[in-house]
């Protein structure tokens, strides 16, 4: 797990022909959380959506490398969850189908405060709901890289918590952090390295 | 079953589609009411009476089958920024999600089909003229390829207008029509089984076109 690095070098992502990032690189070597720092059409969502492999933009050079067994995640900024399912089938569906035991997801469910909402419609939840069951899924994953934007969005402090909690966790598994802020000042969630995209 | 489905993660993506069908019950409240209203109107507006008579059979059959698929291919759309962002968040690959996708709709439409089948003969007075077994092997081949292209076009027209998606569907539904309408007519053994290799191809040919795309483009 040493091995684990995020390397981007060149980067020009654009939608059309105006590239919103011109020739970013990014070198990350080992467990360290990032804050990626930009203001609104920065790219910050862009930018992680493009580490986590799921970016549709029109064109894009440069290149990233990855180790090969190293597993990413994405906390997008809008919920991933399926409205139509219960909190518990969402967990089952994410945690790679019912391999998780009903024990282990209450024992989840705990850590982010939403055992009592298991059995309740993920369309009658809140988005700061949503996005601590989110959370609850990356936990169980314990992915190598976990990309997430602008997690302080919907939380409150409990729910920071919760990504404090989550952000201790992948670096103590060996992990990489890269989250996205609004906020240059304030630090609500602390970091290794700063990338200003603006 | 924990174990084969942590395996084999379309059976996952099988069993979420068919919950949240279970949960919305599209095809049973909207779709088959809505065939079931035209099969009752449409010998009233073409005929001026309650009975459909051998001549306008084949176009009836043709008609109701489409407007079945139909409503059925767009009774909900899927994005495809949600669908690779669920299966990012998952960890389950475009052809999984494809296999438990096409899997999940033919066991929704199949059962329809028939059900839509059954209340045609019921009303029409016209039985089918086909073996039973022929009819069942045609009408799960019908249903796969109409999910093949359903996912396809639901896939590579991503917007919020239904119309075009709609015209796309019905160009294609009709042919497909035209083949599983002779079952209802009546056509000789020879031909049916002629019929029956033809539509297998057809079958092959859509699901692996539509697999391929979906993949290929994510």
Redesign the interface.
Known sequence: MNDIRINISDLTLSYGKDAFIKNFSLKVNGPSVVKIYGSNGAGKTSLLRYI???Y?GNEKEGSIELEAHQ????L?NTP?L?D??YVR?NIK??T????ITKQQQEELLVKVGMQEFQDDLVSTLSSGMKRRI?IA?LLW?SPSIVCLDEPDNFLDDDGMQVIDYLIKQIVQNQGIVVYSSLDWGKERIGYDMKVDLD | MKNLISQYQFINVLVKELTIERRRKQTLLVVIPITFAILLVFPLVIEGRSFVSKEILGTYHIVLLITLCLLFSTRSSDNNFDIKKVNQLAGISQSEHFLGKIISEVIILFPSLILFDYIAVALTNHPIQTSISNYFIFTFLFSICICSISIFVNFISDFDTKLLQILILATVFIPLGLVMTPLWLGVSRELTSIYMLMFFGVTLLLVGFSWITNIKRF
């Open positions: 986590a492999g799921i549709e597993t990413i995640k994405l997008d991933s399926i139509d399912l089938e569906f994410f790679k189908g019912s391999l989110e899924i994953a």
